[in-house]
């Protein structure tokens, strides 16, 4: 089954990011009638490393609006015209109200970006980095007014290695979603997609982030610490250390065995032969590939590192 009359059956799309861009092309590859695209205006001063929906959808002639409130009532009044049959849901940033829920005749529907139930909310991709999991994935679900615990129509598990960056993931998770879309899509049209509910025990929910929150805790050792730098390497804000009132980032960093002798104690920046080292408070320790101080040009290096301090290590701010 398609749509009603013998129609394709015609969906609504609200989307952003790679995963809105790669699961909007499985919907056109598939012949689904996309009435109307929602996605976001860049926000100003955020770094933008993905591809753009509007762009594809300009690219296929589809009516594509950045609406500051979705909920505008004239734009559900167009998509209550249009008679929608799905709407799909694929990295859009904003909670959708009962309204647009209820639209659809045949449901709407959700990819987020982990392995539901776990890491439900905001960022999951970096909250799983940042715990250091072995794997994530993503999840196709059915919506409903509370974020993320709607009934599984599929998911895809990927790999995350011990140095992979929450970018690189997000990229499997990329292609996660896409993977889970098109084996998921014929079942869904034709009516025979078999939906599992969550067991919300299994995980929680996770909020947010905020550059700020990237501080380097004190009492972290080099696995939590290099989990956290990985999470927010760039494009992300950055791991960073407070050092006598100054910013550093932390951007790459490497789990490798002590300097011998390592002066100071606790949290501390060290320079040793031709490396820096960022010191856990417990002796574990991290070379340090790629670091630079807030506001200063070029990257923080052994060969710079006088210029930040004279001796051979310098303790973080408490």
Known sequence: MSGDRGRP??????????????????????????????????????????RSVAAVAAEHGLRCVMPADPHDPALLAEARAA???????????????????????????????????????????NWAVIHGERETGATLHRMNEKPDNGAIVDQCAVPILRDDTAREVFGKV?????????????????????????????????????????????DANARQI????RALAPP??????????????????????????APGSGLRLLRDGASLWLMAADGSALRVL??????????????NFDSLCSGRWLAADA
């Open 83 to 125: 008679e929608p049959d799905f709407l799909f849901s694929f990295y859009y940033r904003q909670m959708l109200k009962q309204d647009w829920l209820v639209l659809p005749a045949r449901g709407a529907f959700n990819m987020h970006g982990s392995l539901l139930p776990r890491y439900r909310g905001r960022a999951p991709v």
């Open 236 to 261: 992300y804000p950055p791991a960073f250390l407070q050092l006598q009132g100054q910013r550093v980032f932390i951007e790459r960093t490497l789990p490798a065995p002590a300097p011998a002798d």
């Open 226 to 229: 290099h989990n956290l730098v």
């Open 290 to 303: 790629a670091a630079r101080r807030d506001g200063v040009a070029g990257p923080l290096a052994v060969g």
């Open 174 to 218: 990329t292609v996660a979603a896409e993977i889970v879309l098109a084996r998921s899509l014929p079942a869904l049209l034709d009516g025979t997609a078999v939906e599992r509910s969550q067991d919300l025990s299994q995980g929680r929910y996770f909020g947010g982030r905020r550059p700020e929150d990237g501080r380097i805790p004190g």
């Open 9 to 50: 059956a015609r969906a609504i799309v609200f989307a952003y990011h790679d995963v809105g861009v790669r699961c909007l092309r499985v919907l056109l590859d598939a012949g689904v009638e996309v009435s109307l695209v929602l996605t976001h205006a860049n926000a100003p001063g955020e770094t933008i490393w993905f």
